[in-house]
């Protein structure tokens, strides 16, 4: 794939870069290495003051960058805006609590004693430039939840985005370097993904961070585990949305587009799978559909948009190909499933009924604004379909019933039981998932501790 940007909204090509040569990758990992020395050393308010001045300065550049990311990969422009506040809340809520977060651990005295130390102690160490290859579909964010944490444990940063969003990943390392922070500590690598595999093979790269398809991160986790490099991986989910007969169903249904369709639909904790009880089944359904239909798709640069194009032509032709494949084998569209007449990557907003385990649907994830709509007898067969999945990175649960709370909570297999509401990350609770949705956790203080060296220090009597 080309290093370019491509307006998704009408297919031109408005800007392309020559991909980095081998000399210039070098120039790169040198200076990441050397930078980590004295890094390092610095302080949590040293670093604290610096991510503190970026995120006012992502405040100060938000309508601007928010453009960019709308034009590179199609997000409504109101939502862009959005994900650069939060990567500004981020910034600052790393640069509050990263001291504490990474304070050292002191075990109990009779702990202390019984080793036959004097003292002990347990201190979070960084581990040096840790590589991060990130995805298109929330530009800024992907990026700033691991940059936050890292910055402030110590580590260096190196940047491979995605190829469709080169202005944003180039606008990531200026606003690092404006802010204060030298040039070593936050580079971008403008390269293909196939220049990724040798520069995660190089010692001066101590782990890598990966958000993306499942090819990409075994591709990733191959790699690290013949050179012994930590990885955290983030590869995608379907998360189930689970409607009991209890829960407020006209919340339910209201939240459950919203959950369905945030970013066009291209988000890896969209609820894709809506699970009903057959009790509540008809009444849902009839007022998801009405509010899938009434969805207003259009120019993702105007406010009252709220569907854009998909970022790429090839990901539009791959949920078409999940459709028809559905619709072949005997599913029904009860709204869209269709591309509309106009240029663009567009897809209608679309809900499936009739799925069956043959269907690639059913297993396989619908990166767009098409929902899969499941009828369920009870709440036995309602966790048996949510898992039938070989994703598990979160999930929805509606109902006003905590006997089925507790239900969800110990037996939904996935990262996140979110209940009477949506799935979102937000940097004081860990993000990741099970099985395929890959491992690892991201934000909070189990992030921040991902990419640091745990060591003990013990003291003899």
């Not at 990758?25 to 004295?38: M, S, V």
């Not at 604290?48 to 453009?67: F, H, P, V």
């Not at 767009?368 to 999930?395: C, K, M």
Request: aromatic share 8%; proline share 5%; net charge negative.
């Amino acid at each position: 794939m080309p290093i370019a940007t491509v307006n998704p909204a009408n297919g031109e090509t408005l800007k392309t870069y020559e991909a980095m040569g081998a000399e210039e990758i070098e120039r790169r990992l040198q200076l990441a290495e050397a930078t980590f020395r004295t890094y390092r050393t610095t302080t949590f308010d040293e670093r604290a003051r610096l991510l503190r001045r970026a995120a006012e300065l992502l405040d100060e550049d938000q309508r601007d960058i928010a453009r960019v990311m709308t034009t590179e990969m199609g997000k409504p422009v109101k939502q862009a805006r959005a994900e650069a506040a939060k990567c500004a809340k981020a910034m600052r809520w790393y640069a509050d609590h990263a001291a504490e977060l990474l304070a050292d651990e002191e075990p109990s005295a009779d702990d202390v004693k019984d080793s036959g130390a004097s003292r002990a102690l347990v201190r979070y160490r960084p581990l040096g430039p840790v590589l991060a290859v990130m995805p298109w579909n929330f530009p800024l964010w992907q990026v700033v939840r691991f940059a936050a944490p890292a910055l402030m444990a110590g580590n260096v940063g190196l940047l491979k985005h995605a190829s469709n969003v080169p202005q944003t990943a180039l606008y990531l390392e200026d606003l690092f370097h404006r802010a204060g922070f030298s040039e070593g500590t936050f580079q971008t690598l403008l390269i293909g993904s196939g220049a990724v595999d040798d520069i995660l093979r190089d010692d001066r790269v101590k782990a890598a961070t990966l958000t993306g398809s499942e090819p990409a991160g075994r591709a990733v986790a191959s790699t690290a585990s013949e050179m012994i490099k930590k990885t955290v991986l983030e590869l995608g989910g379907s998360d189930p949305f689970v409607v009991m007969p209890s829960a407020d169903i006209d919340r339910a249904a209201e939240i459950a587009v919203t959950a369905r369709v945030q970013n066009n639909g291209q988000s890896c904790i969209a609820a894709k799978r809506f699970i009903v009880h057959t009790d509540v089944y008809d009444a849902f359904a009839e007022r998801f559909v009405r509010g899938m239909q009434t969805l207003k798709v259009g120019d993702p640069l105007q406010e009252d948009t709220e569907i854009g194009p998909l970022a790429s032509e090839q990901g539009r032709a791959d949920l078409e190909e999940l459709v028809d494949d559905a619709t072949r084998a005997g599913a029904r569209a009860l709204c869209g499933g269709e591309r509309p007449d106009r240029e663009g990557w567009y897809y209608r907003p679309t809900v499936l009924t009739g799925i069956t385990r043959e269907m690639r649907i059913h297993r396989e994830e619908a990166f767009g604004p098409v929902a899969t709509l499941y009828r369920a007898a009870d709440l036995d067969e309602a966790v048996l379909i949510a898992n039938d999945s070989p994703f598990g990175l979160s999930s929805n649960v509606w109902t006003r019933d905590e006997a089925e709370i507790d239900r969800f909570v110990r037996d939904l297999e996935a990262g996140g039981v979110y209940v009477n509401g949506m799935t979102a990350s937000h940097p004081a609770f860990p993000f990741g998932g099970v099985k395929r949705s890959g491992y690892g956790r991201e934000l909070s203080g189990h992030g921040i501790r991902e990419f640091c060296n745990i060591t003990t220090v013990w003291h003899g009597a």
